[in-house]
C-alpha cells in the first residue's frame, strides 16, 4: 500500500471518529453564543433586533433592544402588551407568542423603550402563516371514554391556565438552555385536530414521543417545579416554571420523581414515562406554555434565548 494511500485512509477513519462523537454529544439548542439578527431597525441610537424570520400560528420569537440607556421597554402585538425584561447588562430581551389560534394575516407590532423621559418607538408589520395542522382520529378504551367529556376537559384546562397564570419575573432557565426530554422519535405534532371515538374535537397542546412505560424522562431546562400530581386528562403530570411565563409540562407519568415547589436542573429525570390519563397507549405527551399560549415546542426548541 502506498504512502499516500495510508494517509487516506487514516483521514478517513479520523473523520469517522469525529461524526460518531459529534453525534454522541446531547442536543442543546438555545446555543451560545448569540446569533445574528433576521432584522434590525434604528431610532434614536437604540436598536430592535428580531431572532426569528417568520411567525406561525403556535410559534414563538425573541425582541432584543440595545443601546440608548434603556430604563425599561415594553411591545404591543395584537392588542395585547407584553414588558421587556433585562438580565442587567443593558440589553432587553422581550418573547413573542402566537396563539394556535390566530387568523393568519398582518398584524402592527409597536415597541416602545423608555430612556429618562423620552420614549423611543418602533413600528413595523409581522405576519402570522398558517402552520397547515393536520386531522388525526383516535379511539379511547371503554374505561377511559368519559374522558372525552368537554366539561372535563374544561376544567382541565381552567387548572393549567391558573397554574401558568404567573410570571416569574427573571429567567430560571440556565446556560445549558432547553433540550428534548426524550431521545426519541417523534410521533404525534402539536396543534393537530383530533377526533376522540368519531365525535367530539379537540386540539393537540404539545409533541407526542414513543416512550415504553417506565422510560426516564428528563426536565428541558433548569426551573421550579409547579405541580407534580394526577389531572384527570393528562394523567399523572409535572408542570416546571422556567421563569418568564414560561413553562413546561410532562403527561401520563407511571411514577413522579418531582414535588411542588422543587427547583430542578436542565436534564434532570423527573419521572418515568406511562399510559394513565386519556392515553391510548404508553408514550409522552410533552408542552410549552409561553405567555399564556400553548406555542408549538418543537419550533421554541430552535429559538435562541439569553441566559
Known sequence: MSIARYLVLILISLLAG????????????????????????????ISLELYFASLTQGGSGLLR????????????????????FSLGDGDWHALIAVDMDAPPRSYELSVL??????????????????????????????????????????????????L??????????????????????????????????????????????LAP??????????????????????????????????YSGYAHFSDLFVGAGQPVFAGQIIGSSGNTGRSSGPHLHWEIVAGGRWVDGLAFLDLWLPA
Open 65 to 84: 433592544l440595545t443601546g440608548g440607556d434603556i430604563q425599561s421597554a415594553r411591545y404591543i402585538f395584537r392588542g395585547e402588551e407584553q414588558p421587556f
Open 164 to 209: 401558568t397564570a404567573n410570571v416569574s419575573p427573571a429567567p430560571l432557565w440556565d446556560g445549558a438552555g432547553f433540550e428534548l426530554p426524550l431521545d426519541s422519535p417523534l410521533s404525534s405534532p402539536f396543534g393537530s385536530f383530533r377526533v376522540l371515538n368519531g365525535g367530539r374535537e379537540t386540539r393537540h397542546t404539545g409533541w407526542d414521543q
Open 18 to 45: 469525529v461524526a460518531v462523537a459529534q453525534s454522541e454529544l446531547p442536543g442543546v439548542f438555545q446555543a451560545a453564543p448569540r446569533p445574528l439578527p433576521s432584522s434590525i431597525q434604528y431610532q434614536a441610537g
Open 213 to 246: 412505560v417506565g422510560t426516564p424522562i428528563r426536565a428541558m431546562a433548569a426551573g421550579r417545579v409547579v405541580f407534580a400530581d394526577r389531572l384527570e386528562i393528562r394523567g399523572n403530570y409535572a408542570l416546571i416554571d422556567h421563569g418568564l411565563g414560561i
Open 113 to 162: 423603550a423608555q430612556r429618562g423621559r423620552a420614549t423611543v418607538s418602533f413600528a413595523r408589520d409581522l405576519r402570522i402563516e398558517s402552520a397547515g395542522y393536520i386531522l388525526q382520529e383516535f379511539e379511547l378504551p371503554a374505561d377511559r371514554a368519559y374522558l372525552v367529556d368537554g366539561a372535563v376537559e374544561a376544567a382541565e384546562f381552567a387548572t393549567l391556565a391558573a
